[in-house]
């Protein structure tokens, strides 16, 4: 009689079983979320907003999606839409204020502030944003007297005192602005920003030396943002330092390729240099990101000229000299290559139009490169065409508070486990890894199976479109109409499985163990049931984990599913390692590598799990072995194992 009960409820259509779970609908849509994957759990939050449009939190959480996706104008109508419901739920208004703040919309911004703050009044990051609505307002007043309430409050945060910083260098003050960026720094000497803030008062008051130090810092801290690199290229030029400047435009443009700065002032320096034909390539990469700089286009022809190429030079310099018909020093290069080529009424055309003009002047070699002069980006007088950009100002990232991003973005900190082996519905092959994962049981299952609705064996998590999803919810309201149909048990089991993929596919676990007991009920010796259940059950309690409940119990059951799975297919090597990713949520790092170790035997060349016992290397402090491990995973294709190396011998 349960089973039967248990049947009805299973086989009921997705379209219709929305209607009456709103709930687990809304919990699948966050599950999705926690994973990442937006379109997807946009599409949960829509069928429970049409099933109950008067609950707040689907709109609400429909909201943060849409902003991980940059769709702020939604965001902030789905945050009304939420407000319109519960207006006394703090999260809202300061979602809203951040989607206002990414539109630019500053005033709008504060008004939520405000009102988030009446019901949350201690809350920190609220009064931070705000005073950072209020700089970009420049109402610097209003900013400064929040900043000023805000460090008697909260009198050990250094943030507070690097914003406090930046609104005293706005107004000029930079002695108070020092100050407070030393109290920040005392605070918080690993706030790399704060370094970089630090650095760009060096800069502006000629301090090379001193810049470079505070930049040295920054970049130890944030190692692969491009603009540090440009501007300490930019403290060692003016030091002398041609060869460490070098170094710096090329660490810049390997974080950030097309970086206009770079290219432009390494394409100067690899000119003074004498290393003309790369010196070309850069300003080529600047010509293509502006074709109209005119100082890029006079300095390739200049190096063109120098390469022999004057056919090439006359093009840009005519360009140049179109633009500034007084441009002498351009005149006379032209001229120059005119007579190269035998073009001698040309060259005495523009020969002429110079001594007309400046009997008296002088033409020497092309002037070194000056580092007693800088120009501005935007200067566009074309006699500085031989001194090194600047960007216009030293503009302040502003870094607004929020646990929207850092929920998902950030919730993987230093270095990841490659994840569980799963099945999919769809084959996902890798770019650079051409092999196929293989178990001899799941091509048994597959042969149950009508073509095209085979299984496949993945590592990946990949995220659905939203037509990806549609088919996927088609596929399941399908599938749940033939269950309906079949009597016989033995005939429900393929269609169960596939179901319970499916159900994987788009997140939603519960649906899945739920098929994948039933399957196990009908079929006790399927080790590929107890295998999906085991990744199904684990998938679930990451994201419960993250909710604070407590999976220990859960996680014991997914330990004794993949146990039992290996007992029935005991020469699976993905079985082994998922069951070592297990061992490792529960710190039991020796069974971990045991397993891992199992499964190289099965497969020696199952990058993942050199992967995975290199990072376990790692946290049991034995260097060499997660060395050679992660190695071996970057010869297989794993390329991100080698930044691991990096890491790890720093």
Same mark, same amino acid.
């Not at 008051?205 to 930019?234: F, M, S, V």
């Not at 060692?236 to 974080?255: H, K």
């Given at each position: 009689m349960f089973r039967k009960i248990v049947f009805v409820l299973l086989f009921m259509p997705l379209s219709v079983w929305a209607q009456y779970n709103t709930d687990r609908l809304v919990m699948m849509g966050r599950s999705a979320l926690y994973y990442e994957d937006y379109v997807l759990s946009i599409q949960y939050f829509n069928l429970a907003i049409s099933s109950k449009p008067y609950l707040f939190e689907p709109w609400y959480y429909r909201a943060i999606a849409k902003y991980y996706l940059d769709d702020y104008d939604g965001a902030e109508n789905d945050c009304t839409e939420a407000i319109r419901r519960n207006p006394y739920v703090v999260g809202i208004y300061e979602l809203r204020g951040l989607c206002y703040i990414q539109q630019k919309n500053y005033e709008a911004a504060v008004g939520d502030y405000n009102r988030a703050l009446r019901y949350e009044p201690e809350s920190m990051n609220l009064w931070h944003n705000r005073a950072l609505c209020h700089i970009q307002m420049k109402d610097y007043q209003t900013a400064q007297a929040e900043i000023d309430t805000m460090a008697q409050r909260w009198s050990t945060n250094a943030? $507070?005192?690097?914003?406090?910083?930046?609104?005293?260098?706005?107004?000029?003050?930079?002695?108070? +602005?020092?100050?407070?960026?030393?109290?920040?720094?005392?605070?918080?000497?690993?706030?790399?920003?704060?370094? +970089?803030?630090?650095?760009? $008062?060096?800069?502006?008051?000629?301090?090379?030396?001193?810049?470079?130090?505070?930049?040295?810092?920054?970049?130890?801290?944030?190692?692969?943002?491009?603009?540090?690199?440009?501007?300490?290229?930019?403290?060692?030029?003016?030091?002398?330092?041609?060869?460490?400047?070098?170094?710096?435009?090329?660490?810049?443009?390997?974080?950030?390729?097309?970086?206009?700065l770079g290219h432009y002032n390494r394409g100067l320096l690899r000119a003074q240099v004498g290393d003309d034909n790369r010196a070309i390539t850069d300003f080529d990469f600047v010509l293509k990101l502006e074709p109209d700089n005119l100082m890029a286009l006079y300095n390739r022809a200049l190096l063109l000229e120098k390469t022999g190429n004057p056919r090439a030079a006359i093009r840009d310099y005519s360009k140049v000299i179109d633009q500034y018909p007084n441009f002498w020093t351009g005149l006379h290069q032209r001229a120059q290559c005119y007579r190269s080529l035998g073009m001698t009424k040309q060259a005495e055309q523009d020969e002429f139009r110079i001594l007309k003009a400046q009997i008296n002047k002088r033409f020497g070699k092309q002037p070194r490169l000056s580092k007693d002069q800088m120009r501005k980006r935007s200067d566009e007088d074309i006699e500085k065409y031989n001194q090194l950009a600047v960007a216009d100002e030293q503009e302040v990232e502003h870094e607004y508070q929020s646990d929207y991003r850092g929920r998902v973005q950030n919730r993987k900190v230093g270095m990841d486990y490659m994840p569980m082996f799963a099945l999919t519905m769809e084959q996902q092959r890798d770019a650079v890894k051409n092999n196929v994962a293989y178990d001899r049981q799941v091509e048994l299952l597959n042969r149950q199976l009508p073509a095209g609705s085979q299984l496949h064996i993945s590592c990946s998590l990949s995220t659905l479109s939203e037509s990806g999803t549609r088919r996927y919810f088609n596929r399941i309201d399908s599938l749940t109409q033939q269950l309906a149909g079949l009597k016989k048990e033995s005939e429900m089991l393929p269609v169960l499985m596939q179901r319970a993929v499916a159900y994987s596919n788009i997140q939603n676990y519960e649906g899945a163990i739920d098929d994948l007991t039933t399957y196990i009920e009908i079929d006790s010796l399927s080790a590929v049931a107890y295998w999906q259940r085991a990744v199904c059950q684990s998938r679930l309690n990451e994201f419960n984990a993250s909710q604070g409940t407590d999976v220990k119990l859960q996680t014991a059951r997914v330990l004794a599913d993949l146990t039992e799975a290996i007992r029935l297919n005991s020469s699976c090597c993905y079985l082994y390692y998922n069951r070592a990713n297990v061992y490792i949520l529960r710190h039991d790092y020796q069974h971990a590598v045991d397993d891992y170790n199992r499964a190289l035997e099965l497969d020696a060349n199952l990058a993942e799990a050199y992967y995975n016992r290199g990072l376990v290397q790692i946290a049991l402090k034995q260097q060499q072995k997660a060395i050679a491990d992660l190695s071996k995973a970057g010869e297989l294709g794993l390329y991100s194992a080698y930044s691991i190396i990096k890491q790890s011998r720093k």
């Open positions: 943030r $507070i005192y690097a914003m406090q910083s930046e609104v005293y260098l706005l107004q000029k003050d930079t002695t108070k +602005a020092i100050g407070s960026l030393d109290k920040s720094l005392e605070l918080d000497a690993y706030n790399g920003n704060t370094w +970089a803030m630090r650095s760009a $008062i060096s800069l502006a008051r000629e301090e090379w030396k001193d810049a470079e130090g505070y930049l040295d810092k920054a970049i130890h801290l944030l190692p692969k943002q491009g603009g540090l690199y440009i501007n300490r290229a930019l403290s060692r030029f003016n030091q002398n330092n041609l060869r460490g400047a070098m170094a710096d435009y090329d660490m810049a443009l390997d974080f950030e390729p097309n970086n206009f």
